[in-house]
C-alpha cells in the first residue's frame, strides 16, 4: 500500500513564527503536491514538485515556499505564519508518467493564533 | 483544465443507487474523468477513471457518454459509510506533467 505521511495531525503556531510541515512518501513517486482545505473552498493547489530540487507554484503560492531535497520528502514552509493560513493542509503524491491516482496523506490540521 | 460542474449535495438513504453527475462541456481529447472521494478529517481517496463508454470497479461504475460532456458516477446499494464529498475532475492526468484541480464536489449524505 502506499503510504504518504504527515509530521503532525494538529499543529498550533504564533502569528510571526516560521512553520514546518513535513510530507513522506515510501512508493518513490515523481511527483509530489501540497494543498489546503478550506470550508466552502475546496482543495487548492500551494505548491507542486515533479522531481528533487524542482517545484511549481500551483494556484495559492503567496506566503509559502517549499523544499524537495529528497525523492521522499516535501515540505511546506510558512515563512512568517498568519491567521488566514489557519487551515487544513494536505500533501499527495503520484506517480510520474502514466500515473494518475494521487496518494493523499492524513492531513494537519494548522491553527494560528 | 476543462471546468467540471456537479451538484453541492445530494441526500440518499441506505440500500438505494446513487447517481452523481458531473458537467465538463469543454473536456479536450487527450482528458481522463477521475472521481474521487473524502470523508471527513482525512485525504481525498482515489475511485475510478474512465475514458469513455463505462468503467466498472468494486467501489462504484463511471458512465461516459459519446460526447464525453458530461459523466455519471455510480454507486451501487449505498450504505452510511458512504457519506462523503465526491469530487469529479477532468484533465490529461496521464501527464506527469498535470496537476488535480478540486472544485468543490458533492457532499453525499446517506441516511438510515
Known amino acids: 500500500d502506499v503510504k504518504v505521511t504527515q509530521s503532525s495531525r494538529y499543529l498550533v503556531k504564533r502569528t510571526g513564527e516560521k512553520v514546518f510541515l513535513e510530507c513522506v512518501q515510501d512508493?518513490?513517486?515523481?511527483?509530489m503536491f501540497w494543498y489546503r482545505q478550506d470550508p466552502g473552498l475546496g482543495l487548492r493547489l500551494i505548491y507542486f514538485?515533479?522531481?528533487?530540487?524542482?517545484?511549481e507554484k500551483g494556484d495559492i503560492p503567496e506566503g509559502y515556499s517549499v523544499s524537495r531535497e529528497k525523492k521522499e520528502r516535501f515540505s511546506l514552509i510558512l515563512e512568517s505564519a498568519s491567521t488566514n493560513q489557519t487551515s487544513m493542509y494536505l500533501c499527495?503524491?503520484?506517480?510520474?508518467?502514466?500515473?494518475?491516482?494521487?496518494?493523499f496523506g492524513p492531513g494537519t490540521r494548522l491553527t494560528v493564533t | 483544465l476543462a471546468k467540471t460542474t456537479q451538484p453541492i449535495s445530494m441526500d440518499s438513504y441506505e440500500g438505494q443507487e446513487v447517481n452523481i453527475t458531473c458537467s465538463h462541456n469543454?473536456?479536450?481529447?487527450?482528458?481522463?474523468i477521475t472521481w474521487y472521494q473524502q470523508f471527513p478529517s482525512q485525504g481525498p481517496r482515489f475511485i475510478i477513471q474512465?475514458?469513455?463508454t463505462k468503467v466498472t470497479n468494486e467501489v462504484a461504475s463511471l458512465f461516459i457518454p459519446a460526447d464525453r460532456k458530461s459523466s455519471t458516477l455510480s454507486l451501487p446499494r449505498v450504505s452510511l459509510s458512504d457519506t462523503a464529498v465526491y469530487y469529479c475532475?477532468?484533465?490529461?492526468?496521464?501527464?506527469?506533467?498535470?496537476?488535480?484541480?478540486f472544485g468543490k464536489g458533492t457532499m453525499l449524505l446517506v441516511s438510515p
Open positions: 469543454n473536456i479536450a481529447t487527450n482528458d481522463y
Open positions: 514538485s515533479y522531481d528533487v530540487k524542482m517545484k
Open positions: 475532475l477532468v484533465g490529461d492526468y496521464h501527464s506527469g506533467y498535470s496537476t488535480l484541480t
Open positions: 512508493m518513490d513517486h515523481e511527483n
Open positions: 499527495a503524491s503520484r506517480a510520474g508518467t502514466g500515473g494518475y491516482e494521487q496518494y
Open positions: 474512465g475514458y469513455k
